[in-house]
């Protein structure tokens, strides 16, 4: 979504949401502060915590349009985004409030209780109106509103088989169907429509563009129409000379499915805090990064700087969440999958996983190295047997930096895709579980993995994000 689109969404009324639950949040904080006391509001209205509640304002509309104004609208959040956003938003109006105060040497003239309860209570009040105004916003707009749906699929069943299955919906006031035209012709389309139209149904159908059937989080509307992109956008994001891709993980995906034969031979990464900073420090990593056809950012440090600078509909584009959606894309066998890394054991488990998740994805083979150097004729034999194999995608997943070296030194020399997932073995295998979705959106995923595993992942986990800050705040003095 560009920033014409962004406008499009009625953010300003989202403004005056945030200014009117500040304003409830401050008489709120003066009633509990003075509720005891025989409370002259003209008197506060025209005293110091008027000067309070100007200031309050100004930093409000202050964040508003330099912070607020950069992130995903809330009509696009889901209600744990909605939280993270708000949350950061309040906690970065107190601490500009009380730099304010403590410049103004006015600290000790405004009471803690009413400064804590402005807080907890703007926060509280704005996030549950832009949760009420959300879902008004969506409950209006047909392509979010919740609906009862079957899904058809090819081969579509016959009129009397539709109408008995149009049965169970009777509970609805209104019942709605989704047709599934994935695989069927024209004709078989019409037909099943018309006879669920005949029915009294409100009829929905897929989205099929060039061959690829649009899934969610990539259609947008554009000028009216509701459109996906067809590639990944050429101009990148640079941090610490890392040439970071913008895309939405579906976008990704698709690129790839579309390009496919174009991309066989070169690889992929997916880059987080710890890669960035290992490619800060080694100008030969960095290199190997920025010869990929694509890096993708794994981390939400990184997303959130691409969204801050204007980078509209950036996204996070995990390599397991990646691995997921093309999976998921490819059931039906076009494009194949071979897969070199991890432990025997580990492969066994992904294999019979993927196999029940995803039925007709089609794996062409699956290998574990010897955990220590290769010899030369052991690297050719795996060359080899990749090759044999003839898959479009080949996953690697020996872990960074070794995995994005291993690509690099293998390009043109890999008939296939390659595609650096690292741990994204272990969690579609199941050996490794992944840290739920809250946890996920909030940023805090590696906090849960360093639960998992302290004594190798605190080290670096301490080192790395302390060099990532360290290393913004470098870049930011030049």
């Given at each position: 979504?560009?920033?014409?689109?962004?406008?499009?969404?009625p953010?300003?009324?989202?403004?005056?949401?945030?200014?009117?639950?500040t304003i409830?949040?401050?008489?709120?904080?003066m009633?509990?502060r003075?509720?005891?006391?025989?409370?002259?509001?003209?008197?506060?209205?025209?005293?110091?915590?008027?000067?309070i509640?100007?200031?309050?304002i100004?930093?409000q509309?202050?964040?508003?349009?330099?912070?607020d104004?950069?992130?995903?609208?809330?009509?696009?959040?889901?209600?744990?985004?909605?939280?993270?956003?708000?949350?950061?938003?309040?906690?970065?109006?107190?601490?500009?409030?009380?730099?304010?105060?403590?410049?103004?040497?006015?600290?000790?003239?405004?009471?803690?209780i009413?400064?804590?309860a402005l807080?907890i209570?703007?926060?509280?009040?704005d996030?549950a109106?832009?949760?009420?105004?959300?879902?008004y916003?969506?409950a209006?707009?047909?392509?979010?509103?919740?609906?009862?749906?079957?899904?058809?699929r090819?081969?579509?069943?016959?009129?009397?088989?539709?109408?008995s299955?149009?049965?169970?919906t009777?509970e609805?006031?209104?019942?709605e169907?989704?047709?599934?035209q994935?695989g069927a012709?024209?004709?078989?389309?019409?037909?099943?429509?018309?006879?669920?139209?005949?029915?009294?149904v409100?009829?929905?159908?897929?989205?099929?563009?060039?061959?690829?059937?649009?899934?969610?989080?990539?259609?947008t509307?554009v000028s009216?129409?509701?459109?996906?992109p067809?590639?990944?956008?050429?101009?990148?994001?640079?941090?610490?000379?890392v040439?970071?891709?913008?895309c939405?993980?579906?976008e990704?995906?698709?690129?790839?499915?579309?390009?496919?034969?174009?991309l066989?031979?070169?690889?992929?990464?997916?880059?987080?805090?710890?890669?960035?900073?290992?490619?800060k420090?080694?100008?030969?990593?960095r290199?190997?990064?920025?010869?990929?056809?694509?890096?993708?950012p794994?981390?939400?440090?990184?997303?959130?700087?691409?969204?801050?600078?204007?980078?509209i509909?950036?996204e996070?584009?995990a390599g397991?969440?990646?691995?997921d959606?093309?999976?998921?894309?490819t059931?039906d066998?076009?494009i194949t999958h071979?897969?070199?890394?991890a432990?025997?054991?580990?492969?066994?488990?992904l294999?019979?996983?993927?196999e029940k998740?995803?039925?007709?994805?089609?794996?062409?083979?699956?290998?574990s190295?010897?955990?220590?150097?290769?010899?030369?004729?052991?690297k050719?034999?795996?060359?080899?047997?990749?090759?044999e194999?003839?898959?479009d995608i080949?996953?690697?997943?020996?872990?960074?930096p070794?995995?994005?070296?291993?690509?690099?030194s293998?390009?043109?020399k890999?008939?296939?895709?390659?595609?650096?997932?690292g741990?994204?073995?272990?969690?579609h295998a199941?050996?490794?579980?992944?840290?739920?979705?809250?946890?996920?959106k909030?940023?805090f995923?590696w906090?849960y993995?360093?639960f998992?595993?302290p004594?190798r992942l605190?080290?670096r986990?301490?080192?790395t994000?302390?060099?990532y800050?360290?290393y913004?705040l470098l870049?930011?003095?030049?």
């Open positions: 979504m560009n920033r014409l689109q962004k406008r499009r969404y953010s300003k009324r989202v403004y005056i949401i945030d200014l009117f639950a409830c949040a401050f008489f709120i904080a009633y509990i003075y509720r005891a006391e025989v409370l002259d509001w003209t008197e506060i209205i025209g005293g110091f915590y008027m000067n509640f100007v200031i309050v100004l930093i509309i202050g964040i508003l349009l330099a912070y104004a950069t992130k995903q609208p809330i009509f696009l959040s889901d209600p744990i985004e909605i939280f993270v956003q708000t949350f950061k938003s309040k906690m970065f109006s107190l601490c500009v409030l009380i730099l304010y105060l403590y410049l103004t040497m006015k600290a000790e003239m405004v009471s803690r009413v400064v804590t807080t209570f703007s926060f509280l009040l996030y109106f832009r949760l009420i105004y959300r879902k916003y969506n209006s707009h047909p392509f979010n509103a919740d609906i009862k749906v079957i899904h058809l090819a081969p579509f069943p016959s009129d009397r088989q539709l109408i299955m149009l049965a169970d009777e609805s006031e209104v019942p169907v989704l047709i599934h994935k012709t024209d004709e078989e389309i019409k037909r099943v429509t018309e006879a669920a139209i005949r029915s009294g409100r009829v929905y159908s897929t989205l099929d563009n060039l061959g690829y059937e649009v899934k969610e989080g990539i259609a509307t009216g129409y509701l459109a996906i067809l590639a990944i956008r050429k101009k990148k994001y640079n941090l610490f000379g040439h970071f891709s913008v939405r993980t579906e990704a995906v698709l690129h790839v499915i579309r390009h496919i034969g174009e066989s031979g070169k690889y992929i990464c997916f880059s987080n805090v710890h890669t960035s900073v290992m490619a420090e080694s100008a030969d990593y290199r190997v990064l920025n010869g990929a056809a694509f890096v993708f794994d981390g939400n440090p990184i997303v959130t700087r691409q969204q801050s600078r204007g980078f509909g950036a996070r584009v397991p969440d990646f691995m959606h093309m999976f998921r894309d059931k066998g076009k071979y897969f070199y890394g432990s025997q054991k580990t492969l066994d488990a294999k019979e996983n993927l998740k995803y039925p007709g994805i089609v794996i062409k083979g699956m290998y190295p010897p955990f220590r150097e290769l010899t030369d004729e052991e050719e034999a795996d060359i080899k047997r990749i090759n194999a003839n898959a080949v996953w690697i997943g020996l872990g960074a070794k995995q994005e070296n291993w690509m690099a293998h390009e043109d890999i008939h296939g895709v390659m595609m650096g997932v741990a994204g073995f272990d969690f199941g050996t490794i579980k992944r840290a739920p979705v809250w946890v996920q909030i940023g995923e906090l993995r360093l998992q595993d004594g605190i080290k986990y301490a080192i994000n302390a060099k800050f360290f913004l870049e930011k003095l030049k």
